[in-house]
Structures are given as C-alpha cells and as structure tokens.
C-alpha cells in the first residue's frame, strides 16, 4: 500500500519493515547485504513529539531575535501551523526548517529593516485564516503594526 506525502495516515509498523526490507533487497546486491549486521527502522512522530520539534524551531527565532535585541512570543495556532504545514507521515519534520525560514525568519527580517523596527521591540505571531500574522510592541509607543505572510 503506497502512503502520499502530507498525510496524517501511518502505515503499521510491519508494513514499514517489509516494505524496507524488500527496498533493500531490490536495491543491493547479495554481497553487500551479508556485510550488514543491522537495519534500523526509526518509528513515526508522535503528535508530542512534533509539537516539541516546532518548539524547538520557535526557540531558534527566539534566540535569533534575542540576539539583535528583539523578543518573540507566539500563540499555540502559530505552532500548530507549523506541525500542520512542516510534518508529514512520510518525510517527517524535515519541512519545518524551511517553513520557520520562510513563513517567519523572512517576513520579520523584512519588518526589522523595511519598518526600521526598534530594538527592544516584541514580534506577537498569531495565525488567521491560515497565515502567520504579525504585530510590532514597539518599546516607546506600544504601538502595534501588523502584518500578514
């Protein structure tokens, strides 16, 4: 049975055995496959552990941010925008780099130099309607910006 990407749908784990197994028979010659003592077959993410690895990339904003002077905070629909998007069944967590880059790294990289934002300033990230949403606390005025990416 054949499993697409971006999928919540997990095949059964002796699915996965077999169907690696017969990859790596189809794949390497005999002499090569009795050199080989062990193949390791790591399990799925657990919804827990996808919501510690979208953590994590959030941390990573964060201590980026903090290093220019800047703070994060987000809501917990900008995480599961991040699982819901980044991860899927067949290629893991791979894609949730690329999604932090682009749908959060980049925009607020944009907003620190095209809005000539203050250092001190907090980056509020919500998502609606499907897109991270920004807003700017800046330091002096408490005043909010917003933007949608």
């Known amino acids: 049975m054949g499993y697409k990407t971006k999928t919540k749908q997990i095949p059964?784990?002796?699915?996965?055995?077999r169907n690696t197994n017969d990859a790596i028979k189809k794949h390497f010659k005999p002499e090569f496959?009795?050199?080989?003592?062990?193949?390791?077959?790591?399990?799925?993410?657990?919804?827990?552990?996808c919501r510690k690895i979208a953590q994590i990339e959030m941390s990573i904003v964060g201590e980026k941010l903090n290093k220019k002077g800047?703070?994060?905070r987000y809501t917990d629909d900008v995480l599961n925008y991040l699982i819901n998007n980044g991860i899927?069944?067949?290629?893991?967590a791979r894609g949730l780099s690329q999604l932090r880059r682009d749908k959060i790294e980049d925009p607020l990289a944009k907003f620190i130099v095209e809005k000539s934002t203050p250092r001190g300033s907090i980056f509020d990230l919500d998502c609606k309607d499907g897109a991270i949403k920004t807003s700017i606390i800046k330091p002096d005025k408490k005043q909010a910006l917003t933007k949608e990416t």
């Open 33 to 49: 496959l009795n050199r080989i003592d062990k193949v390791i077959i790591f399990n799925y993410l657990s919804e827990d552990d």
């Open 88 to 92: 899927d069944s067949i290629k893991g």
């Open 70 to 72: 800047y703070s994060i």
């Open 12 to 17: 059964s784990r002796e699915n996965v055995e």
